[in-house]
């Protein structure tokens, strides 16, 4: 079984970047599509971001769409979220997740999930 860590979540000023990473342990790990899902205080855990098992397709929501990039090396067991131009409403905790077969955009699909990284964008 495929265990998740992420890190590099932390507290930045609105337009500035942060790289997360989600390292995976497992020699299963490339076989896994992944996604990226956050959640804010008092809403639900919504979709950011999946990347299929080889890196080859990746999909975003919409209101992240030209700001944040998924990628993976699949050598290193990691997979990774840049983000750019962080705003305000990008605070959320950041989990990544991981599921047997085809991405998905829906987190209750996903069986295996990492204890999240916090990011908070504030001036």
């Known amino acids: 079984q495929v265990q998740l860590v992420e890190s590099g979540g932390g507290l930045v000023h609105p337009g500035d970047s942060l790289r997360l990473s989600c390292e995976a342990s497992g020699r299963a790990f490339p076989s896994y599509a992944m996604g990226w899902f956050r959640q804010a205080p008092g809403k639900e855990r919504e979709f950011v971001a999946t990347i299929s098992w080889n890196g080859g397709v990746s999909n975003y929501a919409d209101s992240v769409k030209g700001r944040f990039t998924a990628s993976r090396d699949n050598a290193k067991n990691a997979v990774y979220l840049q983000m750019n131009s962080l705003k305000p409403e990008d605070t959320a905790i950041y989990y990544c997740?991981?599921?047997?077969?085809?991405?998905?955009?829906?987190?209750?699909?996903?069986?295996?999930w990492g204890q999240g990284t916090q990011v908070t964008v504030s001036s």
């Open positions: 997740a991981a599921r047997s077969f085809n991405y998905s955009y829906y987190n209750t699909e996903y069986p295996i």
